[in-house]
């Protein structure tokens, strides 16, 4: 409520901005017209008071707009419907623009008496007559802005739209992926250890029901360090030898947004190809930093034993992927580099956005 608040004082204030730029841009023809039409009288008038004028002019074009701007959004013109809208918006044009006018004009002359020339109810009436028919344009000018503004907001809309069904689309994607490798490796276990084997389960078990929640397009870092931490915990019940891995998290970046199941990809990516390989286990270093408008995380694992011939990337490193591209576009990376002790550092660069 308070944010829709926000947005029509916000939307109101650029009404009345517009509308007195254009007062200021006809303020200095309308005093060389009246200057030529009345001499030094009409010449010696004071600028303000010429610019409050035709401002006064211009505020029930102020008042209109919104209502123009609602009946660009009742009635679009599209190429579906042409001429139905057209008709509408230029019938309701034939009210609202001399209406419109003829309030301006009583306004003027209410608050800035005429003394270079006469008022009577025909100059009036003539008066509105001829500035509606150049002001027709500039109703024509604020249906077409109101109609290119609903426009955008409609685009920003399926946007939006879009990218989330693209973002669920992916995380379903993850999610049987994420089981089966688990389940694979379980099912191994079984015959060696049937204990560790069972509470594998109990923790795979744990951790599906935290993938089964509905969550949002983005989480806090905390939120998605700890459920990769249970992940990196199951983990190391079914890989050879010992894993370790040591958070060095700065302090401003545990708030920071981040996509929801992100990390699990990495740190499996990192296991497969890294960890499990190697006969006594390895390590993870994970490390997130905040730089001026970018989080940066970065995932450091041991190398296997031998060298690898098979991409270090796969359908979970393709999905990281895509997710940053689809919610950040060209603001953000996701990159493998080989250290030069010989270990693989995963590092995400994404915008920098702190949690509410």
């Known amino acids: 409520m308070e944010h ?29 017209v009246q200057g030529l039409a009345f001499g030094p009288r009409g010449a010696g008038l004071p600028v303000w008071i010429i610019f409050a004028d035709v401002l006064c002019g211009f505020v029930p074009w102020m008042a209109v707009t919104p209502l123009i701007f609602w009946m660009g959004r009742r009635w679009p013109i599209s190429e579906y419907q042409l001429a139905r809208p057209i008709a509408i918006h230029a019938a309701l044009g034939l009210v609202l623009i001399p209406g419109t006018i003829l309030i301006g004009s009583l306004l003027s002359v209410v608050i800035f008496p005429r003394p270079l020339y006469s008022v009577t109810p025909a100059t009036m009436i003539s008066g509105v007559l001829i500035t509606s028919f150049y002001s027709v344009p500039t109703y024509i000018a604020v249906v077409a802005i109101g109609q290119a503004l609903d426009y955008f907001e409609r685009y920003k809309l399926r946007e939006r739209l879009l990218a989330r069904a693209q973002l669920q689309a992916l995380e379903a994607q993850v999610q049987p992926h994420f089981l089966f490798n688990a ?101 993870i270093d994970v490390a997130a930093n905040v730089f001026p408008d970018m989080l940066v995380i970065t995932i450091t694992n041991d190398p296997a034993d031998t060298p690898q011939t098979e991409s270090g990337s796969g359908i979970g490193m393709s999905n990281v992927h895509a997710r940053l591209a689809v919610l950040y576009g060209r603001h953000q990376g996701l990159e493998l580099a080989d250290e030069e002790d010989g270990r693989v550092t995963a590092r995400v660069k994404i915008p920098w956005r702190e949690a509410p």
């Open 183 to 283: 389940l694979n490796s379980i099912s191994a276990l079984i015959y060696r250890d049937p204990r560790k084997a069972d509470a594998a389960i109990a923790k795979l078990s744990a951790l599906l029901r935290q993938t089964l929640k509905e969550r949002p397009q983005e989480v806090p870092l905390s939120e998605e360090i700890a459920f990769a931490q249970n992940y990196l915990e199951l983990c190391a019940m079914l890989i050879p030898g010992t894993l370790h891995t040591s958070f060095a998290i700065a302090p401003q970046a545990w708030n920071a947004l981040v996509p929801p199941l992100f990390l699990q990809p990495l740190f499996e990516n990192a296991i497969r190809h890294g960890i499990a390989k190697r006969k006594e286990g390895g390590a």
């Open 4 to 32: 829709g608040r926000r947005q029509q004082l916000r939307t109101a204030l650029i009404v009345v901005g517009a509308w007195v730029l254009i007062a200021l841009a006809w303020t200095p023809p309308t005093a060389m």
